[in-house]
């Protein structure tokens, strides 16, 4: 059995201290198969954005298991966190470009974590992702002089120049318009499956709910069980 | 490993100059930074330079000696208060195989009385025998002569104008005649010499004189002896040899000793030195304010991105190590600028106070350092912004 990019069990999660602690995740369970892509909604406030960055390793786990690519990170040190961070794509509200890079360099930051590739190999690799997300002539534009849509996109070239096993992106759409967001995350969802990337989204979205392989939705802490996973005819096989 | 594969290890080690382009893509702030730490160099530079220009100018006659060693009293602390020692001293020296010649030398500070306006001024008065060589300049040595007639001196012509038009008189050909401590002098001559801190102005007259100008002067007493060591022979052996032979009522010192000895009196024991050293570490204090400044925003100004970047995986010690480059680029970029000015102004000095204020290597890199030191630790303070960057935060 191939390992699971995400395995949680049991996850609660408990913000500030003493009287004003206030718990934010109550026993999540939730496992996520490798290649499979999950949307996950629910009421702003429900812990959705937590969830994300525990899983992305960028919160000290306090209570529970957290697996994520075969690693728990209950417990892990703060270098094992670092080192998983670099198998973990990220895509955010906002596009949290660099933005004295252009948008090749941009993606090339991602790329110029994967080792032992030249300089040369990393340029080419950026421009072929940004090819592939349909940037192939603004290269040499700073985030500056490119459109919000574009934007996302470069920052999904950028996630997945690292060759990430995981994406995990929190509303990637909610900066864009219907039209460009439904494009983005369509692009998003075929980038990750050819290369066999496990994709958990938080979404508000309505519109791009039927991308998903399985929905989940929280609340107050919890998952509900039991959604009905709107499944691609291409996926049930 | 060729250099041919080492030059493609380089290339294939290269990343995007991320510090380079956080400063250039952003031309405000980096001229800022720049105007800012060319400032603090140049301050730096005119301090330092001024420092050592005046201290260079506090030894302008010790340079002139003719001499390998110098004896002087232990209890003498500059060129304004040298105390004197027995001449035999000096005698007991000529022992020694190595020494060539000796020059006893009367140092001393007298009142000179302006024959125009009859106000007195302290001048360095240097007594010694005509026939005995003082300076290194051979052009002294006929005009030594003129002084083994009682009463005559040669007069500094470079000596500050509030002495009288001395030298005007002297071209014109007219008799000068002045007073030095309440006895006749005539000037036999001039001489070019130079003033420097403890002296406005120089004369040289004959032991004889001398002792006749101050005649409270203990027999046989001397405040400078000049020592000349065959050629060839080992100044530091012969400084030994001497310490052993003569008493401690003495100090040997090299020519270099002697004028180091000048330059510390006036270095630690005045306040010149504290003042310009000060003025240098206010322009350092002065640019750390404006490096750390910008950089401190620059970093603040771009933490979601520092953020991001941990967030995808890079290690905390390399995006310190963006803002440690951006630091040493800024202080490069910076010194440049500072070293030009610091060239030209340095000109403009000499020429408006004929102070001796030049580039020098050691100048050069301690300034340098100094900015190095400056951006480094404004770059280190600015780090600690960066524990702020939580990549929790950013989703």
């Known amino acids: 059995m191939p390992l699971r990019a995400i395995d949680l069990e049991g996850l609660s999660h408990w913000y500030g201290a003493g009287g004003t602690r206030r718990q934010v995740l109550q026993g999540v369970h939730l496992q996520v198969a490798p290649g499979e892509v999950v949307l996950l909604t629910g009421p702003s406030g429900c812990g959705k954005t937590t969830l994300l960055t525990l899983v992305g390793a960028l919160r000290q786990v306090q209570l529970g298991s957290v697996a994520v690519l075969g690693e728990q990170l209950n417990g892990a040190t703060r270098g094992t966190r670092q080192r998983l961070r670099r198998s973990i794509g990220m895509i955010f509200q906002g596009h949290n470009l660099l933005r004295c890079l252009t948008a090749e360099q941009n993606v090339q930051m991602g790329s110029d974590l994967l080792p032992g590739l030249g300089y040369r190999a990393r340029r080419d690799q950026a421009r072929e992702w940004l090819r592939a997300v349909g940037l192939g002539d603004e290269l040499n534009k700073l985030p500056h002089d490119l459109s919000g849509g574009q934007k996302q996109r470069v920052a999904i070239a950028r996630a997945l120049a690292a060759h990430p096993r995981l994406l995990l992106a929190d509303e990637p759409t909610a900066a864009l318009d219907s039209r460009t967001g439904r494009e983005v995350v369509e692009l998003l969802q075929r980038l990750a499956r050819e290369q066999g990337c496990a994709v958990l989204m938080v979404t508000h979205d309505p519109r791009i709910l039927d991308i998903a392989d399985r929905l989940v939705r929280m609340e107050d802490g919890r998952l509900l069980e039991g959604e009905p996973a709107p499944m691609h005819p291409a996926i049930i096989q | ?395």
């Open chain 2, 1 to 395: 490993m060729t250099p041919w594969r080492w030059l493609q290890t380089l290339w294939q080690g290269r990343r995007i100059p991320l510090a380079w382009l956080l400063l250039t893509r952003q031309p405000v702030r980096l001229a800022v930074a720049l105007a800012g730490i060319s400032f603090a160099g140049i301050l730096m530079f005119m301090q330092l330079g001024f420092r050592d220009g005046l201290f260079d100018a506090s030894v302008t006659i010790h340079r002139l000696f003719d001499a390998d060693l110098v004896l002087i009293s232990p209890r003498s602390t500059s060129s304004v208060s040298m105390a004197g020692f027995p001449r035999r001293r000096l005698v007991q020296a000529m022992a020694d195989p190595a020494v060539e010649g000796i020059t006893p030398v009367h140092w001393n500070l007298l009142l000179w009385r302006n024959p125009q306006t009859r106000g007195t001024r302290s001048i360095l008065a240097l007594g010694f025998e005509p026939g005995d060589p003082l300076f290194t300049d051979p052009a002294l040595a006929p005009k030594a002569r003129l002084l083994t007639q009682k009463g005559r001196v040669l007069f500094d012509e470079q000596s500050r104008p509030e002495f009288g038009p001395v030298a005007k008189w002297f071209k014109s050909g007219r008799t000068v005649e002045s007073e030095i401590a309440g006895k006749r002098v005539r000037v036999a001559g001039l001489v070019g010499l130079g003033t420097s801190f403890g002296a406005d102005g120089n004369l040289l007259t004959s032991s004889e004189t001398f002792l006749e100008l101050l005649p409270n002067t203990p027999p046989g007493s001397i405040e400078v002896g000049l020592i000349r060591l065959q050629p060839g022979a080992d100044p530091a052996a012969a400084i030994e040899r001497l310490k052993r032979l003569l008493p401690d009522d003495v100090t040997v010192l090299t020519k270099q000793g002697f004028i180091n000895f000048e330059q510390d009196y006036w270095r630690t024991s005045t306040s010149i030195g504290f003042i310009f050293s000060l003025g240098a570490a206010m322009g350092f204090v002065v640019g750390c304010v404006i490096v750390y400044q910008v950089l401190y925003s620059d970093v603040s100004d771009h933490l979601p991105e520092y953020a991001t970047l941990m967030a995808m995986g890079y290690k905390l010690p390399s995006l310190l190590g963006v803002v440690a480059r951006e630091g040493l680029l800024l202080a490069a970029f910076g010194y440049l600028p500072a070293y030009a000015a610091g060239q030209g102004l340095y000109a403009l000095v000499r020429g408006a106070t004929q102070l001796p204020v030049a580039m020098d290597t050691t100048r050069a890199v301690t300034v340098f350092t100094m900015i190095l030191v400056m951006c480094m630790a404004s770059a280190a303070l600015a780090m600690r912004r960066l524990a702020d960057a939580d990549p929790a935060e950013i989703f």
